[in-house]
């Protein structure tokens, strides 16, 4: 037994002296903030959400710390008692990622986290993108920050122009909040065809995914050529899995764009490209189905001094549809929107005061349709945000 005891003492010792790790160290990182909405449209069946008034309420806790040969680690979690897992049930926990950075990249596995699409690097909003606020103004991309996957991030620096290429994989649909240890995967059964006529909601809200997921690949691309310019792209495929069922086409999406900064100005254009899942056609009579999805989107920013900024987006995305008949005949429609975002930011200190004002001409896609068909919002916001 005291040969055993000393074997295995020796083993322990060995392997400490091996793989020693320096202690890590453990780091809150948030902000504060308080928003006032104002949101109303024109036109039936609008946004007319009215006042709302909210306060942030994640934080997010990170540890780090260095390996004996260089490399380092870390890991985050969110805590967000408004967080949904997968199952719709409430989660205190919510994105959560555990990496290791070595001369040759980082790896890591994300939880609910880590995305990787570039469709809002365009923007130089004075407070954030404008198409990417409360009022649902376009269709984004999917993106793998929305499931649990496996990364690769090359190292900065290795590559000219400080291009950075990010890889990742999500081996199944499960998208749970802050997943533990030992979860087992997910694939859903229920699959979105989007059959939907003129109008109908889920062309306008929703994300154009298959929900019966087997797997998602994002890919993103960073790289500065000259100074002052940013080019960045990614693209993202969903395969579905039907059990059975019959696609057509499974989802894909790309995003591109450039972003140029001299002096206090800055500006930036980029293009978003869906293609939605497509299930089997059916044999009903003028069958709807969403083709593809384009969108273009411009931003300028200018700093007027190191406390102001100011900033105008603006964004237009088409929606190109097919109505099938019993007949195999095939009638094209387009429908569009354009919105208009402007916003003012001022900080004092560790204080932001930010206010934002977007208008949607078309909201929903249907800029196209008369009377009250066609539907035109508004949204105004406050913001306040303390920096910690």
Do not use: C
Request: no cysteine; charged share 15%; aromatic share 8%.
């Amino acid at each position: 037994m005291k040969k055993i005891i000393k074997l295995a003492l020796v083993l322990i010792t060995s392997f400490s002296l091996g793989f020693a790790a320096n202690a890590g160290e453990l780091t809150v990182t948030g902000t504060a903030k308080a928003t006032y909405n104002i949101q109303s449209s024109d036109g039936s069946g609008g946004n007319d959400n009215g006042k709302g008034l909210g306060i942030t309420n994640e934080l997010a806790f990170s540890g780090s710390g260095e390996l004996d040969n260089g490399y380092t680690w870390s890991y985050m979690v969110a805590l967000d008692p408004g967080a949904v897992t997968g199952s719709g049930t409430a989660a205190e926990n919510d994105d959560t990622t555990m990496t290791l950075t070595t001369p040759y990249g980082t790896v890591g596995a994300f939880i609910s986290a880590g995305g990787l699409n570039t469709s809002l690097k365009h923007s130089s909003g004075a407070y954030a993108p404008g198409i990417d606020l409360g009022l649902a103004q376009v269709i984004d991309p999917v993106d793998l920050g929305g499931y649990n996957s496996l990364q690769y991030h090359s190292p900065a620096g290795l590559i000219p122009f400080n291009t950075v290429i990010k890889a990742g994989y999500a081996p199944s649909g499960a998208t749970g909040a802050g997943a533990s240890g030992n979860a087992q995967g997910t694939t859903n059964t229920a699959v979105n065809d989007y059959d939907d006529s003129i109008g109908g909601a889920s062309e306008a809200d929703a994300d154009f995914s298959p929900e019966a997921i087997s797997s998602v690949s994002e890919y993103s691309i960073t790289t500065s050529p000259i100074d002052g310019l940013t080019i960045n792209a990614s693209y993202v495929d969903l395969a579905s899995n039907l059990q059975g069922g019959v696609s057509t086409r499974d989802y894909e999406a790309g995003a591109a764009n450039v972003k140029y900064a001299y002096g206090p100005l800055t500006i930036g254009y980029g293009q978003v490209r869906i293609q939605p899942y497509l299930a089997a056609q059916t044999s009903a009579e003028n069958t709807v189905r969403v083709k593809h999805l384009r969108q273009s989107d411009w931003s300028i920013g200018y700093a007027v001094n190191e406390n102001l900024s100011l900033s105008y987006d603006k964004s237009s995305a088409e929606m190109h549809r097919t109505a099938t008949s019993k007949a195999a005949v095939d009638t094209k429609t387009k429908r569009t929107q354009d919105s208009v975002t402007i916003q003012a930011a001022y900080t004092i200190g560790g204080m932001t005061l930010a206010l934002s004002q977007a208008t949607v001409d078309g909201d929903g896609y249907t800029k196209e349709l008369t009377g009250e068909s066609r539907k035109d919002a508004k949204e105004t916001i406050f913001a306040v945000t303390m920096a910690f």
